[in-house]
């Protein structure tokens, strides 16, 4: 088996928004950030409600893509129908018996040729490590990163992804990885195209209900402009910063996990082979 790895990329999404759009939608959605019961019931003011604090976050998913191709040979046998009176067949200088009461045949053995090939597209939560339905956010205008600590600039909370790219390789060929009976093999490869680490932009907006002294958060996203509210404070989390080499933690040793046993012979990608560099 051969495992080639392509492309392993950083990039960030650009917000779809402005500061201003968004302090413009956050001041929109004041009222409503602490609920419908509250709108009708309490019927807070707008200027009762106040943004106490912003923030820009940056979240993390993973996107990887790779095709299969299969070549081999395997020998089978062929029945071929002939009529009912029909009790031998002359095929190539060779005699071949007719069996069968109603449904009269005869053998024939040949070498099949085979070619199969397949495409896979995977998409993962990067806390989580389970598929995501993110599809809609790969068409928004990107920016390649050199790494996560540049995405830092200008004060966003970059959150680190808690599975880390051999995670994503390693269920992207399990899932092309097949079984076929095969006398010969003449390429069995997995092709990964690409592994693509993702950061999409949220922001988190803090309402202060000042006549009820309750908070509110409320979390927009920056591509799509959807809200929704989120229990608890802003996140605060203090998270450390992972180098490429830690996120593209690709080689022969972790992806050949999936396939016990079995030699795999890996081409590494630009970051996987600088780091086999040093």
């Known amino acids: 088996m051969e495992i080639n790895l392509g492309v392993e990329q950083i990039v960030e999404l650009q917000a779809a928004f402005s500061h201003d759009q968004i302090q ?22 707008p ?4 943004i106490t604090a912003t923030q820009k976050r940056l979240e993390p998913f993973w996107y990887a893509a790779a095709t299969a191709r299969y070549v081999y040979d395997r020998r089978a046998m062929y029945r071929v129908p002939v009529s009912p009176e029909v009790q031998s067949v002359k095929f190539n200088e060779t005699e071949h018996a ?25 998409l993962l939560d990067a806390a989580t490590g389970k598929e995501a339905k993110l599809e809609k956010y790969l068409a928004f205008p990107k920016n390649i990163a050199p790494d996560v600590a540049a995405l830092e600039q200008g004060g966003a909370l970059v959150i680190a992804p808690e599975v880390r790219g051999s995670f994503v390789v390693r269920k992207l060929v399990s899932m092309l990885m097949k079984t076929f009976q095969a006398d010969q093999i ?12 993702y950061y999409r932009p949220i922001f988190a907006l803090e309402y202060l209900w000042k006549a ?13 402009g959807e809200l929704k ?15 490429n080499d830690a996120l593209f933690d690709i080689g022969a040793d972790a992806v050949g996990t999936v396939l016990p046993g079995v030699n795999v012979a890996i081409k590494l990608g630009r970051l996987a082979a600088r780091k086999t560099i040093k």
């Open 47 to 50: 200027e009762d409600i106040e």
């Open 229 to 243: 509210a989120e229990s608890g404070e802003i996140k605060k989390k203090v998270v450390s910063v992972l180098e």
């Open 186 to 197: 003449h390429e069995e490869k997995i092709d990964v195209s690409e592994v693509t680490l």
């Open 212 to 224: 009820k002294d309750k908070k509110q958060v409320v979390e927009f996203d920056g591509l799509t």
């Open 24 to 45: 413009e939608k956050a001041l929109a959605k004041r009222v409503d950030a602490f609920g419908q019961m509250a709108k009708l019931i309490q019927r807070p003011k």
């Open 98 to 122: 007719v069996t069968g009461d109603k449904n009269r045949t005869f053998a024939l053995e040949g070498l099949e040729h085979c070619v199969e090939e397949a495409r896979q597209e995977l």
